[in-house]
DNA sequence: AGAGGTACCTGGCAGC
DNA sequence: TGCTGCCAGGTACCTC
């Protein structure tokens, strides 16, 4: 479900409601996701402040003086902000109370995600360490790519899913953007020339930020912390669309599987 | 070092 | 209606 759009959209649905609040209480119902919740250093936290909150990568930060919450919603992860005593659905995992009013709330079908307390310094915590730069930095570029891309025998699409080489460009967006770029995914990437790579940044940025403003993808279940879903499924190009006219020629959408997942591109307009 | 495969888990859907 | 098999937005970790 979640890539950086929908991420990015969550963090924006629940940042209000986290911005200097004070935790009063964290409830963890199932604590085994993709690590086990601990729950009771969890409640360490009750009590404190809301320090401030951000995005690395897919992971959501919720600082506090006390340690950071790193919040991951894997593939069906989804954050909301409900009243205290909503009615609990299945699948409801975790509950963050602030100012004994709201709860965010995080559901979580198949437990890919994580719910962890990392002490300072933060990112030099495991998850974090290793990340490469955001899509949407100033430090993510074309030449940048194409210097991390000489020594790599890998296809390109899974060169930009690479989540050290950038981070955020999952399965949907790394098939729309290299649909945008003109580039086909089985390109190998220490093959791929410096002015390609500055077409495929520049392409990578725009996708990213026209789903944000969409506010995400939603294809089954995703929705923003209020409940509503992203509309950027209309402006997907190529993805899910196998077999559908391309919107840019009269070719036919096809789909392949790279490196364990589909992908999607238009045979025509994708030659490079 | 880099490439490729496996594992974690549930739910929805197509096909029988 | 119910069963089976396949697919799904992520990514750490293992082996070669």
């Given at each position: 479900?979640?890539?950086?759009?929908?991420?990015?959209?969550?963090?924006?649905?629940?940042?209000?409601?986290?911005?200097?609040?004070?935790?009063?209480?964290?409830?963890?119902?199932?604590?085994?996701?993709?690590?086990?919740?601990?729950?009771?250093?969890?409640?360490?936290?009750?009590?404190?402040?809301?320090?401030?909150?951000?995005?690395?990568?897919?992971?959501?930060?919720?600082?506090?003086?006390?340690?950071?919450?790193?919040?991951?919603?894997?593939?069906?992860?989804?954050?909301?902000?409900?009243?205290?005593?909503?009615?609990v659905a299945k699948h409801d995992h975790i509950d963050i109370?602030?100012?004994?009013?709201?709860?965010?709330?995080?559901?979580?079908?198949?437990?890919?995600?994580?719910?962890?307390?990392?002490?300072?310094?933060?990112?030099?915590?495991?998850?974090?360490?290793?990340?490469?730069?955001?899509?949407?930095?100033?430090?993510?570029?074309?030449?940048?790519?194409?210097?991390?891309?000489?020594?790599?025998?890998?296809?390109?699409?899974?060169?930009?899913?690479?989540?050290?080489?950038?981070?955020?460009?999952?399965?949907?967006?790394?098939?729309?953007?290299?649909?945008?770029?003109?580039?086909?995914?089985?390109?190998?990437?220490?093959?791929?020339?410096?002015?390609?790579?500055?077409?495929?940044?520049?392409?990578?940025?725009?996708?990213?930020?026209?789903?944000?403003?969409?506010?995400?993808?939603?294809?089954?279940?995703?929705?923003?912390?209020?409940?509503?879903p992203g509309y950027f499924k209309q402006e997907l190009q190529?993805?899910?669309?196998?077999?559908?006219?391309?919107?840019?020629?009269?070719?036919?959408?096809?789909?392949?599987?790279?490196?364990?997942?589909?992908?999607?591109?238009?045979?025509?307009?994708?030659?490079?």
């Amino acid at each position: 479900m979640p890539e950086l759009p929908e991420v990015e959209t969550t963090l924006r649905g629940i940042e209000p409601y986290l911005r200097n609040a004070i935790i009063t209480n964290i409830e963890v119902r199932n604590p085994n996701l993709r690590w086990p919740v601990p729950t009771k250093k969890l409640a360490g936290l009750i009590g404190h402040e809301v320090s401030g909150t951000e995005r690395r990568a897919k992971y959501i930060l919720v600082h506090t003086l006390q340690g950071t919450i790193l919040l991951h919603l894997g593939m069906s992860g989804s954050l909301s902000v409900l009243d205290k005593n909503h009615s609990v659905a299945k699948h409801d995992h975790i509950d963050i109370e602030v100012n004994a009013s709201k709860i965010i709330r995080l559901n979580d079908p198949r437990r890919f995600g994580c719910c962890l307390l990392v002490k300072p310094p933060v990112f030099s915590h495991k998850l974090l360490a290793n990340l490469g730069p955001e899509p949407l930095g100033a430090d993510f570029d074309g030449d940048y790519l194409f210097q991390q891309s000489r020594s790599r025998a890998v296809c390109l699409k899974t060169f930009i899913m690479d989540g050290k080489v950038v981070v955020g460009v999952g399965n949907i967006y790394a098939s729309e953007a290299l649909y945008r770029a003109g580039l086909r995914p089985t390109s190998i990437a220490k093959r791929v020339s410096r002015v390609k790579y500055r077409n495929l940044a520049v392409a990578i940025k725009d996708i990213l930020k026209g789903a944000i403003r969409a506010g995400g993808t939603t294809l089954n279940d995703f929705t923003q912390a209020d409940g509503k879903p992203g509309y950027f499924k209309q402006e997907l190009q190529v993805y899910g669309r196998s077999g559908e006219v391309c919107h840019g020629c009269d070719s036919i959408i096809k789909s392949k599987i790279i490196g364990q997942r589909n992908t999607f591109y238009c045979p025509s307009c994708q030659k490079g």
